[in-house]
């Protein structure tokens, strides 16, 4: 399952438990006799019920995925502003990113989960032991122009590299920063 739907799923059952604890009695008060003398019991009882709305997942409309022909890996958002709401994130390290491994001279792709248009990107390839994203090197940048629904970044040079992905959307709505770790051998 994708990370993305189990933060959601996260996030539902979150939601869910901690509506339990929160009911509202009907009836008499427990333990007070009714007109027959024994304890009311209320007709309905509340239940928790998830509601997640497109203001709470905004999130997801920043993740992008790594494409591997025939594979596509959801990578681990880092900063984004999407919709009016954001985080800020710093480099995130080799160590605490799934690994993907490519194959020498293969080329990859990013393209949004959700299959929005992108109009504009910058891609940064940094060596596995640099935990801080401080001696990464620009591989891939434009600017504005024409949408994209994949961004082609051609191939990454052999080792072992944290490759991060800022993608901004076209439609306007924001952009967000996604980073992999990738493997090449």
Do not use: H, K, N
């Not at 990454?156 to 490759?163: D, T």
């Amino acid at each position: 399952m994708p990370a993305a739907a189990w933060r959601l799923l996260g996030l539902s059952l979150l939601v869910s438990i901690s509506g339990l604890g929160c009911s509202a009695g009907a009836g008499a008060p427990s333990g007070s006799a009714g007109a027959s003398g024994a304890a009311e019991t209320p007709t309905s009882v509340p239940t928790a019920r998830a509601t997640v709305g497109p203001e709470s997942v905004a999130w997801m409309a920043a993740i992008a995925v790594l494409v591997t022909e025939p594979a596509a890996t959801e990578g681990e958002l880092g900063s984004y502003a999407i919709d009016g709401q954001g985080s800020d994130a710093p480099w995130l390290p080799f160590g605490s990113l799934i690994d993907v491994e490519v194959v020498a001279g293969q080329p990859v792709s990013v393209r949004l989960l959700d299959g929005g248009s992108i109009s504009g990107w910058v891609a940064d390839l940094a060596a596995w032991d640099d935990t801080t994203g401080s001696l990464a090197r620009r591989v891939a940048e434009q600017e504005g122009g024409a949408a994209v629904q994949d961004v082609a970044l051609g191939s990454i040079p052999v080792g072992r590299w944290v490759l991060a992905v800022r993608l901004f959307r076209a439609d306007a709505r924001g952009d967000g920063t996604t980073f992999w770790a990738v493997t090449v051998r």
